[in-house]
């Protein structure tokens, strides 16, 4: 059952990146995980070319201290050999992965709760969107 989500939002015309992280204290596992990429000038989903480039995965806490981590901790992060990869595609406007009936489970390392850390790169001009997440929580709804 999916009970919380999480929304990022990203503009061609502000920046070429969009770099976060997800600190889930409450959180079990990640249901989905969605991008949608539209033009501004037609309303309709971006042409393949423009499609941004999204990576997604688990982090050592350590190297992200919070949501509001900066584009270096995020990019250290993702490049160090104790992260998780959960999905890194490119050249798809629209994309949606589901876990497909059980939960990516939020994970530890050395007894710590992991960060998901999210970076949307190759973002042009021109387009905006969102990534959304999609929680089931530790406790119920």
Known sequence: MICWTTVRRFDGDVSEALHTAIVPPEMSGLRFIALVTLD???????PTPDAPT??????????????ASSTEEIDAALADPDQVP??????????????????FPAVGIKGSLMVLAVRLTKIVEGVHGQITLGWERRSRC
Not at 86 to 103: H, K
Request: hydrophobic residues 35%.
């Open 40 to 46: 501004k000038g037609t309303g309709t989903y971006a």
């Open 54 to 67: 999204l990576t997604v995965a688990w982090v050592p806490r350590e190297r992200v201290t919070d949501e």
């Open 86 to 103: 959960l999905v890194i595609t490119g050249d798809q406007p629209v994309f949606y992965r589901s876990d497909d009936g059980s939960a």
